[in-house]
């Protein structure tokens, strides 16, 4: 192992690990709040360092699944945080978040397609690229989808803010589990963080739909109520 290497992987490892004990502070602490914007913005950035070192250890010691991983996981925590720039109705979409959703989309579609030849060719580790492309290539194209037609709901951006973070922090919980859980199978070490965290999250997004439900005004006296749409459950980006 090279010097340069070894010095990439030590920074991606440490980032990682930072990322992996902050994240909890900002679920736990109160929404809005300073502690939970510092906590989120450290848990970002460190996000952002794990997937710049990926890239450069994948393109030193060809690595084409790393690679593809970086941006996928990547992008959950970018859409999150990028989402907080357009919480107003009609905030113009920035050229950036053009960009890394329709990298993240070709990345995600490569994952794809490489996880089902390996899957073919007999190796079940296809079933873990299979996944993880076939959520990034769905979550991102929601997001492009969101773009064009912005939801109704005024609280589309904290629910695409709290998915993207949230499975994000999933990602990070895999390759926690992909390296250190040594005593579990592969596909089994990359796949029941998504699996437990998945369930989560839906568990989370009720919870909130039903609280911002209990606190939608009540018609005046006297008027009529209109019907109102049925509330389909977010989806998952």
Not at 92 to 108: E, H, K, N, Q, Y
Not at 164 to 173: D, E, H, K, P, R
């Amino acid at each position: 192992m090279s010097t340069f290497y070894g010095i990439i992987l030590g920074i991606h490892i440490a980032a990682g690990m930072t990322a992996l004990f902050v994240a909890p502070g900002a679920m736990m602490a109160k929404k809005g709040k300073a502690w939970h914007r510092r906590w989120g913005k450290i848990y970002f950035w460190c996000m952002f360092v794990v997937a710049v070192s990926a890239v450069v250890m994948a393109l030193i010691k060809p690595n084409l699944f790393l690679l593809l991983l970086a941006v996928f996981s990547f992008y959950l925590s970018f859409s999150g945080y990028r989402v907080l720039y357009r919480k107003k109705p009609g905030a113009r979409v920035p050229m950036l978040d053009w960009a890394v959703t329709g990298i993240t989309i070709v990345a995600s579609a490569a994952m794809t397609i490489y996880g089902a030849t390996v899957l073919a060719g007999g190796n079940d580790f296809g079933t873990v690229m299979l996944v993880f492309g076939v959520l990034g290539t769905s979550g991102a194209g929601q997001d492009l989808r969101s773009f064009i037609r912005p939801s109704a709901d005024k609280h589309a951006w904290f629910f695409k803010h709290m998915t993207g973070f949230l499975t994000s922090y999933i990602a990070t919980v895999s390759a926690f589990s992909a390296v250190n859980f040594m005593f579990l199978p592969p596909v089994v070490r990359w796949l029941w963080p998504t699996v437990i965290g998945t369930v989560g999250l839906i568990v989370w997004s009720r919870h909130y739909r039903k609280k911002f439900a209990r606190k939608r005004p009540a018609p005046a006296v006297g008027t009529s109520t209109p019907a109102l749409p049925s509330l389909a459950p977010h989806q998952v980006s």
